[in-house]
């Protein structure tokens, strides 16, 4: 069972399951989720047995975005709340030495699509969407979702989404590029699962520098990226994992990654 209140959290072969849970409400953000989720996230990190995350929801949907019914308890402008319930767990996923999944079930709305996309891989139930709902109610992008969208769709596009309140099927976002699988949605938390423990057997070294290299190599010139490759390389090969492997292909054997 869970010690959280309103997520069920979860570990099996080294991978971490978030999943929403307030499903009456298509897992709105409220509050005290949010803050679940700050102190869910941080410990992932530091928990050295994790070394994939997935994050979905439970029931019918993803989530419906921020949960606009309880306004902004504890703060007096959004600015405030922001940078103390949505910039913490968004930033410790877009920055952890972890690969996060998402698994996306139904609607993904609002904050809930920044989500999606903030995650480093996407699977999508062949009946889940992506909703800019924002415009439709006054209100712009927010949760870095307005960077996300020009990241992955161009300036055109990504505006076109923000002002006409636009969804994304998951056919959609598989020809676009910001997912990366699209599978039947009774077996989402399956397939899903079964390529996260793949990824979990994999080089948990290697898979951390990459991740800091394409997270910021959008921001950098090319002849920076190969000298950064290089310094996340040059590490990577003293290190015992390597060694290890490097072993293992010569013997045709199946390497076994210790994280150091």
């Known amino acids: 069972m869970s010690e959280y209140q309103y997520i069920n959290y979860t570990i099996s072969n080294r991978v971490a399951t978030i999943a929403l849970n307030t499903p009456k409400s298509l897992n709105a953000l409220h509050q005290k989720l949010r803050l679940e989720l700050i102190e869910l996230v941080q410990r992932i990190e530091q928990d050295d047995e994790v070394r994939v ?5 439970e029931g019918e949907g993803f989530c419906a975005g921020a949960d606009l019914t309880e306004g902004m308890p504890g703060h007096d402008n959004f600015v405030d709340q922001c940078a103390a319930e949505y910039t913490p767990w968004l930033m410790a996923i877009h920055n952890s030495s972890k690969l996060y999944i998402a698994a996306v079930n139904g609607a993904a709305a609002g904050v809930g699509s920044a989500a999606v996309m903030n995650c480093d891989l996407i699977v999508m139930a062949d009946n889940a969407f992506l909703y800019q709902a924002f415009s439709a109610i006054g209100l712009i992008p927010d949760g870095g979702a307005s960077w996300l969208l020009l990241q992955k769709m161009g300036y055109q596009r990504a505006m076109e989404m923000a002002v006409d309140a636009g969804r994304l099927t998951a056919q959609q976002c598989l020809e676009l590029g910001i997912a990366n699988k699209i ?4 077996q989402l938390r399956e397939q899903t699962q079964a390529w996260a423990e793949q990824l979990a057997a994999g080089a948990p070294l ?4 990459l991740k800091k290299i394409m997270r910021s190599a959008s921001s950098m010139t090319y002849a920076e990226v190969v000298d950064e490759e290089a310094r996340e390389q040059s590490k990577l090969l003293v290190s015992e994992d ?3 492997a490097i072993k293992a292909f010569f013997a045709k054997q199946k390497p076994q990654f210790k994280g150091r």
């Open 53 to 57: 995350v997935v994050l979905t929801g």
């Open 183 to 186: 599978v039947p949605a009774e």
């Open 206 to 209: 290697a898979q951390t520098a």
């Open 242 to 244: 390597s060694a290890q």
